[in-house]
């Protein structure tokens, strides 16, 4: 398949990719609508994200972290297997907001505080058994965060995975050393986290 998303490469393909897919959410009211991702950024139906050539620019061993949400757990698995991928192992992120406390979001079975990690593999990565599957971080609403941003301590957790990994953060909104970011807002948050930085 050709990759007609352009997406990043690099000599032998990427070992670790972390991808947060657009994904596109049934919302059953206007309320809910306003709060959807679509009400946030451009969004894909599932047809499109099985069709991103990720298996492209992936190494032949390599290990994929796929976030996911709790609706649309069984379209994510359907993902890694069109993708080229076997499933391994389910993680967590616990949202926290920005006092601590678990965060308390959307949801109309139980209220969202988190979401799905799915790890899968190609061939045989090789990675390190130090990190655990559960990642408190803070994110969601009462975080001060932007919707569907993710937590630092994630990325965190991603590298101690595999330390020496080349990475790629497909769909990412930030950029940081030791990854190549791809996706339409990469780098939208950067100067937040300069500002952040410098303490303004």
Not at 83 to 109: A, D, N, P, Q, V
Not at 137 to 164: C, F, I, Q, T
Request: net charge positive; glycine share 12%.
């Amino acid at each position: 398949m050709a990759n007609d998303w352009n997406l990043p490469t690099t000599e032998g393909g990427f070992d670790f990719i972390m991808e947060d897919p657009p994904w596109h959410f049934k919302t059953f009211s206007p309320k809910g609508g306003g709060k959807s991702p679509q009400a946030h950024y451009r969004t894909e139906p599932l047809d499109v994200i099985k069709a991103i050539p990720v298996r492209d620019v992936a190494a032949k061993d390599c290990l994929l972290w796929l976030w996911a949400t709790g609706a649309n757990l069984p379209l994510a698995l359907q993902v890694v297997e069109a993708w080229g991928f076997r499933y391994s192992t389910l993680g967590y992120w616990g949202k926290l907001t920005k006092t601590g406390k678990i965060g308390f979001g959307t949801g109309y079975g139980f209220r969202c505080a988190g979401e799905p990690i799915i790890l899968a593999r190609r061939g045989k990565p090789k990675n390190e058994r130090t990190v655990r599957s559960l990642i408190m971080g803070v994110g969601g609403p009462g975080s001060g965060r932007a919707h569907s941003e993710k937590p630092e301590e994630a990325y965190a957790a991603a590298e101690r995975l595999m330390p020496n990994a080349r990475r790629l953060d497909l769909f990412s909104r930030k950029t940081r050393p030791g990854w190549t970011a791809f996706g339409d807002e990469a780098g939208k948050f950067d100067a937040a986290i300069r500002n952040l930085d410098l303490g303004e």
